[in-house]
């Protein structure tokens, strides 16, 4: 079992509790900066890394993520169109994942207590995103107030929105159709048959 610790403190608290436990292979490093292949992810991560968090699992192949976030994040992270907490990484967690909430963890259980609520979350993958993807939803989503076709114009993308209302405002669009604006950006652009037949 590969696992990552990038606190020193941590790190070396952690090892000597799994020295007993030689499948245990304990790095010293940043996650996200490695490319380690998993089935499953187990991890508490620090809140602040939450966003950083979805978004490296969603470029990845895996089984299933086990992971403590802070409830106030899993509600963005699973927000409806036209919801204020509706947001980009809405957008990117549902498109790429399904999230189920397994139970509240009590601030009892840390130590320090956090001053805020915590949930135990299980993360599915639905479909793994490219980095280019998840940098056009953000771009999107920047404009979020914005109707789709003003916001695409402003941004300087191709705006065909054949299938949503062009009336909408980026943060009234579902997920899938903000994927599939965000894929059209990412596709050659058409080229114009300037040949003339004879």
């Known amino acids: 079992m590969e696992a990552f610790e990038i606190d020193p403190y941590n790190y070396e608290t952690t090892k000597q509790l799994t020295k007993e436990h030689p499948w245990v292979d304990l790095k ?3 996650v996200f900066e490695q490319e380690p292949e998993f089935d499953v992810v187990v991890s508490s991560l620090p809140y602040s890394e939450s ?3 979805v ?3 969603s470029t990845k192949r895996y089984e299933k993520a ?6 106030d994040f899993v509600k963005k992270i699973m927000a409806k169109p036209g919801q204020k907490d509706y947001r980009a990484m809405s957008v990117v967690s549902q498109c790429s994942s399904n999230i189920e909430i397994v139970r509240r963890v009590y601030r009892s259980s840390f130590d320090p207590p956090p001053k805020v609520s915590s949930v135990l979350v299980v993360i599915r993958p639905r479909l ?7 940098m056009t939803i953000k771009k999107v ?6 109707k789709i076709g003003v916001a695409l114009k402003i941004l300087g993308m191709r705006c065909e929105l054949g299938y949503v209302e062009r009336d909408k405002r980026v943060y009234q669009i579902d997920p899938d159709n903000l ?6 950006q990412t596709l050659p652009a058409p080229s114009l048959d300037q040949s003339k037949s004879n």
């Open 28 to 30: 010293l490093a940043d």
């Open 51 to 53: 966003s950083r968090f």
């Open 55 to 57: 978004e490296w699992l």
């Open 66 to 71: 086990i992971v403590i976030l802070q409830e």
């Open 128 to 134: 793994k995103l490219s980095r280019d993807l998840i």
């Open 141 to 146: 989503f920047s404009l979020r107030r914005r």
């Open 179 to 184: 994927l599939e604006i965000a894929r059209i």
